[in-house]
């Protein structure tokens, strides 16, 4: 494999371009150093249609976000024919659109919050006020779009007020959003390498949830508990739940399962197909607990990459 040429795709045009850059920037580093040969493309300066079949044996994706992990980007590199990594077109825009997922996990029989949607055009205080007495959802309520990541869009409510003051503000960019009930406890998230379960880290946030800034500043001071303070068969359940979400939305490669654990019970908000790979990112963490290097984590990766995913 060190002799095929490497794209790694990175950057785009997403609210995660940013994250992207780091986390493909950091991959690069870490395929140069154990030997690979590597260019770069990024879907904000050129179409994906540009990038050179004759030039490219492997696509490393490394796109976060809109047009990255929804599918778009999939169907390029399938209509180009060149093998890529993380999932397929299908499980790409199924995992991203969170009423899809929901659906998908609720017929598997794995729990994830109660919710509902609402249309912009649809929208009025009203229509808002039935569907949280229909659905018996209670406050604080989540609002978010149906497809962004990285926690971007996400608003926590605690009366009606100001959902609907958050509501009308995310309106004025998304079409759709879901609701559904904030769930407290223990946050807990799972990373699934090519189909079995890598282990789970525990997130204590000093924001009030764990938000974009969260995520990617080290200035917000996240505790990190590796492994997931969980009892042993608690830890063993949530391993088996992020393969068995993995594995019935067809993922391939790298994905990473957020929970809650709240009430004896574990709650699966998503899974992302395309999981950051920055310093401060979970997958690297757990797979280095695991004895997996990042080098390492990166190379098993670029090894899964194929077509029809």
Avoid: W
Avoid at 106 to 134: A, D, G, H, M, T
Avoid at 229 to 242: D, E, F, G, P
């Amino acid at each position: 494999m060190k002799n095929k040429k490497v794209l790694v795709v990175l950057g785009g045009t997403s609210g995660e371009r940013e994250v992207s850059l780091d986390s493909g920037r950091a991959c690069i580093k870490a395929l140069k150093k154990i030997g690979y040969k590597i260019s770069t493309f990024d879907p904000k300066k050129k179409s994906f249609n540009l990038i050179d079949k004759n030039k490219t044996d492997v696509i490393f994706n490394a796109l976060h976000g809109k047009d990255g992990e929804d599918g778009v980007a999939q169907s390029y590199f399938e209509y180009l024919r060149i093998p890529y990594t993380h999932s397929g077109v299908i499980s790409s825009y199924n995992a991203m659109n969170k009423v899809i997922s929901k659906e998908i996990f609720k017929k598997n029989k794995i729990k994830s919050p109660e919710y509902f949607v609402l249309q912009k055009e649809k929208y009025n205080k009203v229509k808002l006020r039935k569907c949280i007495k229909r659905k018996k959802i209670k406050f604080p309520i989540v609002v978010k779009p149906i497809n962004e990541g990285s926690s971007i869009g996400v608003k926590i409510c605690k009366n009606i007020l100001d959902l609907n003051k958050s509501t009308k503000f995310l309106f004025r960019k998304y079409v759709e959003l879901i609701f559904e009930p904030y769930i407290g406890g223990q946050e807990i998230q799972v990373a699934v390498l090519n189909g079995d379960s890598l282990g789970a880290i525990e997130l204590e946030p000093k924001r009030k949830f764990y938000d974009y800034k969260a995520k990617y500043s080290k200035s917000a001071k996240t505790k990190h508990i590796m492994p997931a303070n969980l009892t042993r068969s608690k830890y063993k359940k949530v391993l088996q739940i992020a393969k068995k979400a993995h594995n019935v939305l067809g993922c391939k490669g790298i994905t990473r399962s957020d929970f809650k654990f709240f009430k004896n019970q574990f709650y699966l908000l998503e899974i992302n197909t395309q999981p950051g790979m920055t310093s401060l990112s979970l997958v690297p963490e757990i797979a280095n607990y695991k004895g997996i290097s990042f080098e390492n984590l990166v190379e098993k990766i670029l090894l899964n990459a194929s077509i029809n995913r």
